[in-house]
Structure formats: C-alpha cells, structure tokens
C-alpha cells in the first residue's frame, strides 16, 4: 500500500518570499508523483509529475519539486511567491503498473497563505 | 477542448434519500476516477472506470457504485444517504489512466449536502 504525508498543514509566508512544501512518501513499488493545486470552490489542477529521468521537475507557475529517492520525499519549491499563489496543495502518488494503477492516494493537503 | 465537466454543481438532499451525479470527461479520455473530498478524510479515492470497466476500488461502502457509458460519461450514485456522506466529489478523468502515469485533469465537483 502507498502513503503520502504532507508534513506542513498550513504554510504562512509573505509575498515575494519564497516557499517550500514539504511531501513524503511510502510505497514497496515504484511510483509516480504529483502535485496539484486547488483554489477555493474549485477542482484540482495539476502542476507538476515526476515519472522519471531528471529528479528536478518544472511545473507550472513558477513551481518546481525535486524527487529524493533515498529520502521518499518530493518537496515542492517556489522561489518568489505571490498573493494569487494562495491555495491548498495536494502532493499525490500512484504506482507504476500492478493492480493499484491508476489509483492515486493523495496527501491530507498544505493551505498556502500568501501576505503581502 | 472543453475541460471536464460536473453536474449538478450543488445538491441538497436528506438522510435516506439516493443521489446521481453525473461527469463527462474530457473528449477521447476513456479513464474517469471519482474522488470524494471532506474536510476531516481529505481526498479520498472512490473508484476508477476504464472503457465501461470499474478497475479499481477504494475503501467505501457498496453504497456507493458508479458507471461508465461508451461514451466514456461517468455516474456515481450513492444511496441511503447519511450525514457523513455531505462533500464535495470529484471527478478526474485521464486519456488512458494505464500504470498511473497518465495526468488527471480534475472536474470543478459537486458540492452534495445532506441535511
């Protein structure tokens, strides 16, 4: 079975600051991961997925994670955020292949609130 | 393309009462997944349909079910409403959803309230 922790529930930082959310994961078989974003009373919007090759993932937005494989995390970074980046972000991961592809499990979720 | 798209929007229903909500994925996206969303569980995974197929399942009651027509639109129907069952449900679809690689692209949901 796959897991994700979400290790910060709430992230406060000032505008043009920059931010770090924070994703572990667990799984016994190779995965795929994600990050989404969801606005108030919206769906989620993907940003960025690591599937393989580089372990440092552009997305969009300005955002950008990096896969540790030997720390199972896939932290999320943006160097200078801004007001219209506050939002709810979800890490997720699925597995490559076997009987639980295409079931993604998500993290409990980061709300970025962004001051000015 | 038109995005993915959910109806209705919002629902009010009562304990006991059934509902159906509807997804039409994106145009040539055989992968629908529904998800349910609260805030105390989080995003929950309810189930994956794939050319008219359930191929996975989450951890939910059979209350819950779902369907997928050949046109790729997707049902999710829950029955013997309870107060817990009040969230917000999503629906993703993908173009093939084969070894999970493939980007989900979320529907706005369905706000469901059970009074």
């Known amino acids: 079975a796959q897991s994700v922790t979400q290790l910060d529930s709430q992230v406060p930082v000032f505008e043009e600051a920059p931010v770090e959310l924070r994703c572990n994961y667990s799984s016994s078989v190779s995965v795929y991961l994600f990050w989404y974003v969801q606005y108030p009373n919206q769906g989620l919007q993907l940003l960025l997925k690591?599937?393989?090759?580089?372990?440092l993932v552009k997305g969009i937005n300005g955002f950008e994670a990096e896969f540790n494989k030997s720390q199972t995390s896939f932290h999320l970074r943006k160097p200078s955020v801004h007001i219209s980046d506050t939002a709810e972000y979800f890490c997720a991961v699925s597995e490559v292949g076997g009987t639980n592809a295409g079931k993604s499990t998500f993290g409990d979720g980061t709300t970025l609130t962004v001051k000015p | 393309k038109a995005g993915v798209t959910q109806t209705p929007r919002y629902l009010i229903k009562t304990r006991g009462q059934q509902v159906t909500l509807s997804c039409s994925p994106i145009s040539g996206h055989r992968s629908v997944s529904w998800y349910q969303q609260t805030p105390g569980q989080g995003l929950q995974f309810l189930f994956e349909y794939f050319s008219e197929t359930q191929r996975n399942k989450g951890n939910f009651p059979g209350r819950f079910s779902g369907r997928q027509f050949s046109n790729s639109r997707s049902e999710m129907n829950v029955s013997t409403l309870e107060l817990g069952d009040s969230a917000l449900y999503l629906c993703?679809?993908?173009?093939?959803?084969?070894?999970?690689?493939?980007?989900?692209?979320f529907g706005p949901g369905t706000r469901l309230t059970v009074l």
């Open positions: 690591y599937l393989s090759g580089s372990t």
């Open positions: 993703a679809s993908s173009l093939n959803g084969l070894g999970g690689a493939n980007t989900q692209y």
